[in-house]
Nanobody, 122 residues
Framework: VQLQASGGGLVQAGGSLRLSCAAF????????MGWFRQAPGKEREFVAS????????YYSDSVKGRFTISRDKGKNTVYLQMNSLIPEDTAVYYC????????????????WGQGTLVTVSS
């Protein structure tokens, strides 16, 4: 599966953005799709993930209650709705597909897209 992330941009603190991750190829019901982010000088970190089949979702503590991950099976796309953005959310956001099952480790994900930059100004 090839993944292409889009939707990043510059937004003021308190604002919203919606990221999209278009998948080219078949996604199986047992697949887990995830969003990660990487700020300058920091490691890539887990943001949210979703089971493609039943839609179960998981979030990092830092975004819980502000971000929502969802998927549209018909469009083969995963979304990340980001509300109440803060400057600490500034990073390049990547989507990936887990190799097997549920994980929060970037090492367990593959098929990374090119990333999309989100910049939150204070």
């Amino acid at each position: 599966v090839q993944l292409q992330a889009s939707g990043g941009g510059l937004v003021q603190a308190g604002g919203s953005l919606r990221l999209s991750c278009a998948a080219f190829g078949r996604i199986f019901s047992s697949s887990v799709m995830g969003w990660f982010r990487q700020a300058p000088g920091k490691e890539r970190e887990f943001v949210a993930s979703i089971w493609w089949g039943d839609g179960r979702t998981y979030y990092s503590d830092s975004v819980k209650g502000r971000f929502t991950i969802s998927r549209d099976k018909g469009k083969n796309t995963v979304y990340l709705q980001m509300n109440s953005l803060i400057p600490e959310d500034t990073a390049v956001y990547y989507c990936g597909q887990a190799r097997t099952g549920y994980s929060r480790s970037p090492a367990d994900f593959a098929s990374w897209g090119q990333g999309t930059l989100v910049t939150v100004s204070s």
